[in-house]
């Protein structure tokens, strides 16, 4: 069972500017599944939402700016217009820039008190998804160690049991072979036959004895 490390991961991150986790490739690969670590899952969901939400307020707010500069510009033709010679359409005109100016610089105002914020709100639900991904990646190294561990003593017992083995199929080999050499000379060829065998172990024998030679006679 692995420990609280909360306090540890808490001084670790203290005064170090973590970049946004979500808006790099990487962090994506440290899990296999997400669908699988709700809570991380969720606290990725939300900070999208803070990331996404200021890219959009960035982008409303340049289109209000734009649209406001182009009403104030405008404006000023309208009103010399409107001096040397009155229009009530033209006047009705004015006035509705400079509605739509205001309307601007209220949306403005309302785009800049919420971009102040979401800074923050962004850094915070960082620190905290930073804090999960420490907890799972401490735990999945512990996990993958014992497992590491768990697989080398099999694999160290498997090849103990491999050269056990080998040396037992090489002396029953051996001992086949002895044994069809006595049979073969009391009973001849036919005791492939009388002994229902799949081989001649004899044969075998001389064979892999012949190869090994001619393997080393290319050294």
Known sequence: ????????????LAGKKVPVLTLDNK????????????????QEKKLNELVQRQGQLNVDAKNVRKLKKKLMD??????????????KTLEKK????????????EKLEDYQDELLELPQQIEKANHALMLSTMKYCYESMQENTQQIVEIAQW???I???????????????????QIYSYMHDLFGAEVIDLFDMQYDPLAAGQKKAADNGAGAGKK
């Open 159 to 177: 090849r103990v049991e491999l050269k056990k083995n080998l040396v037992r199929k090489q002396e029953m080999e051996y001992q086949n072979r």
């Open 1 to 12: 069972m692995v420990g609280d490390k909360s306090e540890v991961y808490e001084q670790a």
């Open 27 to 42: 962090w994506y690969k440290l899990f296999t599944d997400l669908a699988e670590l709700p809570k991380i899952q969720a």
């Open 94 to 105: 004015l006035d509705e820039n400079k509605r739509l100016i205001e309307e601007c610089n």
């Open 74 to 87: 405008e404006i000023v033709p309208m009103a010399n217009e409107l001096e040397q010679k009155y229009s």
């Open 155 to 157: 694999v160290k017992y």
